[in-house]
């Protein structure tokens, strides 16, 4: 069974930085690409950044690039997210997502994907 379990999120001021954790089971983890997704409150979801399988490229949505890093250890089969100087509107519920041997960014074309970590940033 496929698990992936996001923690790190919660609340920090407006230029401050939080590090989110995506640890994956039951796959085997350099045969995918990881994802992270958000989505705010009455929004749709949004694509944040992805890196490819077998330690392929790294990508990211406008709105993240230059502060936001996505990372793997494949020791641990863990993917993560690092943000910083975080902005009011970073606020949302982080979501990690695996793709089995495919780029893109979209929502619905995953394989599998996680509960959901909140972030929110004051002002």
């Known amino acids: 069974q496929v698990q992936l379990v996001e923690s790190g999120g919660g609340l920090v001021q407006a230029g401050g930085s939080l590090r989110l954790s995506c640890a994956a089971s039951g796959l085997t983890f350099s045969d995918y690409t990881m994802l992270w997704f958000r989505q705010a409150p009455g929004k749709e979801p949004e694509f944040v950044a992805g890196?490819?399988?077998?330690?392929?490229?790294?990508y990211y949505a406008d709105s993240v690039l230059g502060r936001f890093t996505i990372s793997e250890d494949n020791a641990k089969n863990t993917v993560y997210l690092q943000m910083n100087n975080l902005k009011p509107e970073d606020t949302a519920v982080y979501y990690c997502a695996a793709r089995f041997q495919k780029y893109g960014s979209g929502w619905y074309d995953n394989n599998y994907r996680g509960q959901g970590t909140q972030v929110t940033v004051s002002s």
């Open positions: 890196k490819g399988w077998h330690g392929g490229s790294e």
